[in-house]
Every structure is written in C-alpha cells, then in structure tokens.
C-alpha cells in the first residue's frame, strides 16, 4: 500500500474557524498563567481591587476557563476521525501511520514542556490518538455514553491519589522550597537553565492537575469528536446547526445560570464547605464550562451559515489552518514576554492588561498566519510534521 500523502480535498473552513477560535481562548487563558503561576496567583490578583480589574477576573472565569480546551479536544478527535476514515476509503494504512504520526505530536509536546512551557496539552493529545483506531470502531452509544460518563464521574482526584499512594510518588516534593518570590526571582532573574528545570518540576507537580481533571475532560470531548467525525456530520454541518438551535439555547440558559450562581451564591453556602457537596458543585460547574464551550461552536456556525458575520469570523481560519504552528509560537512569545529571557513582564501587569497584550498578540497572529499561508501550503510545524509522518519531504510553497 502507497504511503504518500492523501490529496488534500476542499478544507471545511469553519472547522479552521474553530480551531483559531480554540487557539485565541487557550492563549488568554494560558496568559494568565505565565504571567503568575498557581504557586502565587491568588496572592497576586488579590491585590487588584478595581471595577475593571474584578471585571476581567470574572468575565475569564464565566467566558474562558474550561470552555477552550475541551473545543480543542473535540476538534482533535473529530480531526483524526475523518483522516482514519480518508485513508480507509482510499485503501491507505491507517494503524502505522497514526502510530506513527501521534509519536511524533508525542515528541513535539515533550519538547514543548521542556523549552517553552510546562502547560502542554500536545502530548496528552497524541496519548488519545494512539486509541482513535480503537475508538471509531466503537458503537455510536458506546462512544456518546462513554464521554457523558467520563464528564460527569466525580473521584478522579480520589483515584490517582490513591494510585500515587500505592506506588509512593508525591508530585508536590519536587516544588518544595518552592515560594513565590524564589519562583519570580527565577523566572525574572535566573538563567534560561534555570527554567527549564523549574518547568520541569511545574510539570510534574501538575500531573494531578493534568490527569485527574484535563485528561478526563480532553478523553471525553475526544470521543464526542470520533463520534462526529465517524458519522459524517460535519460535511453537513449547516443542517446539523440548524436542528441544534433550540436544545443549544436551552442548554445556553441552564450552564449560564448555575455558572452566575456558583460565582455568586453558592461558594459561601455552609453547605459548599463540606467535602462531599463541595466536590459535587465544582463537578457541575466543570460540566457547565464544557457545555458552554460547546455552545460558543454553535453560535459560532450560526453566525457563519445564517448571519452577515462571516466575513469577521474569516480571519480565524487563518490561525486555525496553522494551530500547531500558533499554540507552540504562543508560548515563545509568553516565555519572551514574562520571563528573564526577553522582557520579563512576570507579575508586572494587571489582569485586564494580560488580557488586552494577549488579544494584541492574537491579533498579530492572524495577520502572520495570513501572510504565510499566502505563500505556503502549510504552518511550518504542520509541514514539518506531515514530512515526519509521511517519510517523505513534502512541498511548502505554493
């Protein structure tokens, strides 16, 4: 069987609308973390008490946090879904080349961890897509009951505490010592060496953080994309928007109101400080911030089919044909701009101004994702990656 590239059809642009969108999210959130980690955050932000630093603070945690990673984890899986079954149709190998392919996405995001940011989701990414093969061959329920079950199952956090336990491991022993002002003074101060090792103890302090909440998350909206991807439904994605409009509203109203009344009411209920129900609210809004995160995609293939918006969505295709490209550059430029490296605005700007410097730096990135794709094929990851799957040196320019 041939192993060269598939002839590339008529991309589905707002599938690209999408990705950039995801990419635009995923970076102001992540912005927030370069800028101050998890260590000092919460010390950090308390010190900005303005209507429109509070303001910021608010609209990231109603309108971002939770709602970007999982659009980008349907996207993935709905992306390796439609290739498997590309290549099935046309009598290509599928198992070698996805094995393949994941291996080096693997690598890709373990560099990205060790050079540029502790963050990754890449390599969680390709973890998943060693099972996509797997998973399409799964039923229609089992693939929709499976991602419902994995979304709602409360005692991650239980399980891999108790799997740490048995084996001995205890993550947070690698950031001991560990305090705010020694973590600034090595992102701000110290060498790029330095960094690099702090980021790898981040990572692996991060590791209940990574599978106990996002892996669980990222698999579930995983599956829901194979289930799209291996139904078709998005070469009739106008149609499929359309029958989604009613239950997408509802859906829209329910998350939004228990989302203002989480912020609002229910943390300072006695009831909240109780280990059990505290976990059952925090579990509901998860699944609210998913549900929202899926509705921004419809409103957003609304807007596209039905409204005159299009237009002011086409510059998100863009970033989104280049998302690999885009997500690791993005960390480059918050490693040039938060640390000893480049400019070391760590802890020097207020939320909004994080939030207003990361919207400039997306804007910028539109405009060079333009510019490149007016003269290339592909982003230069993207090329470079494809060149790594397929064995074989492909043409860039067009």
């Excluded at 797997?134 to 891999?160: E, G, M, Q, R, T």
């Excluded at 040039?336 to 207020?350: A, D, P, R």
């Amino acid at each position: 069987m041939s192993l060269t590239p598939v002839k590339p059809k008529s991309r589905i642009d707002l599938l690209d609308v999408y990705r950039g969108f995801a990419v635009f999210g995923i970076f102001v959130v992540n912005s927030v973390i370069m800028h101050s980690t998890f260590v000092n955050q919460d010390a950090y932000l308390a010190q900005f008490t303005s209507w429109y630093d509070r303001g910021t603070q608010q609209l990231l945690q109603l309108f971002f946090y939770t709602k970007f990673f999982p659009i980008f984890s349907l996207l993935f899986g709905l992306g390796i879904a439609m290739q498997i079954l590309k290549r099935r149709q046309e009598h290509q190998p599928v198992a070698g080349f996805l094995g393949r392919r994941m291996g080096f996405l693997f690598l890709f995001g373990a560099a990205h961890i060790i050079f540029l940011w502790s963050g990754d989701v890449i390599h969680l990414y390709a973890l998943l897509g060693m099972f996509a093969v797997v998973c399409i061959k799964a039923s229609n329920k089992v693939l929709l009951w499976s991602s419902l079950l994995l979304l709602c199952f409360p005692f991650y956090d239980l399980l891999l505490g108790w799997l740490f336990n048995s084996i001995h491991f205890d993550p947070y022993v690698y950031l001991e010592g560990f305090d705010g002002e020694r973590i600034n003074q090595i992102i701000t101060e110290g060498a790029y060496t330095q960094g690099l090792v702090l980021r790898l103890r981040e990572y692996v302090v991060n590791l209940p953080m990574l599978y106990g909440f996002l892996a669980p998350i990222a698999l579930a909206m995983f599956l829901l994309g194979v289930y799209l991807g291996k139904n078709k439904l998005v070469y009739d994605l106008k149609s499929f928007i359309l029958k989604l409009k009613k239950p997408a509203l509802l859906i829209a109203v329910i998350t939004n109101v228990y989302r203002i009344l989480f912020l609002t009411l229910f943390t300072s209920l006695d009831l909240y400080k109780t280990e059990g129900f505290r976990s059952a609210f925090i579990k509901m809004m998860v699944i609210c911030d998913v549900a929202m995160g899926l509705f921004y995609l419809w409103v957003l293939g609304w807007l596209w089919y039905m409204t005159p918006f299009q237009k002011l969505l086409h510059p998100l295709k863009y970033v989104g044909q280049m998302a690999l490209t885009n997500y690791i550059l993005q960390s480059a430029i918050g490693l040039f701009l938060f640390s000893s490296v480049g400019l070391g605005w760590y802890e020097q700007l207020s939320p909004t101004q994080v939030a207003l410097l990361a919207v400039s730096v997306f804007i910028v990135q539109v405009f060079f994702s333009k510019l490149w794709l007016s003269y290339f094929k592909y982003g230069p990851l993207e090329w470079f990656w494809r060149c790594l799957s397929y064995k074989t040196l492909l043409k860039i320019k067009r």
